[in-house]
């Protein structure tokens, strides 16, 4: 990671100004088909992405039900995370992580994200949140250093790579395979045979 850090922050969670201190509700996520930053991400796909296969699967779902609000998530999780590579390899902008910390609790470099679904947790509850991913195809229990080691496989690569092969890797199931590929040097040259 570049001395850059100063500028890479994690988005926290913000409270309005005395006397009230509310939280603040201004939550917002990447659009995986836009790349738009927006705080309502539901409402703006169903606005202007309803034709998205991932958004008429959810859409068929019935309302408010358990299974449309996680076709929703994966979305937003697949938008953060292609947003969040985007971020960490300019070294500048905010890490839109899956639980905001307070403001100055936590840095970019204590988050990984998850295998499975690519959302960015606390390098030391990634294990916890691992283990009950919806995301996630396997019942095996995870071990801490495994699954840290599969987050930070899925961190932006530091050699040059296309964002074509970026996001063929990012749309792959993040198994074994994307794994080993990324572990591979020299792999941006693959995209020579693709
Ligand atoms: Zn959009
Ligand atoms: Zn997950």
């Keep these: 990671m570049p ?38 991400i539901a409402r703006h796909l169903q606005t202007h992405h309803a034709g998205e296969a991932l958004v008429v699967k959810a859409l068929l ?5 358990s299974a449309r609000n996680a076709v929703f998530e994966d979305i937003r999780k697949k938008g953060d995370y292609a947003y969040n590579s985007k971020v960490i390899k300019e070294g500048m902008g905010e890490l839109l992580v899956y639980k905001r910390p307070k403001v100055g609790t936590m840095g970019p470099a204590d988050y990984l994200p998850c295998p499975h679904c690519h959302g960015y947790f606390v390098k030391t509850a990634l294990w916890r949140h691992e283990s009950n991913c919806t995301a996630k195809k396997t019942s095996e229990s995870p071990k801490l250093s495994n699954c840290q080691m599969a987050g930070g496989a899925l961190l932006p690569t530091k050699e040059p790579c296309s964002s074509k092969l970026q996001t063929i890797l990012a749309s792959m199931r993040s198994d074994g395979i994307v794994l080993t590929i990324r572990g591979m040097s020299g792999f941006a040259s693959m995209e020579s045979t693709m």
């Design 3 to 40: 001395s850059t850090s100063k500028v890479l922050k994690v988005t926290s969670t913000k409270f309005s100004t005395a006397p009230t201190s509310k939280r603040m509700w201004d939550r917002v996520h990447c659009c995986l088909y836009c790349e738009k930053v927006v705080p309502k």
């Design 61 to 65: 779902l019935p309302k408010k039900s």
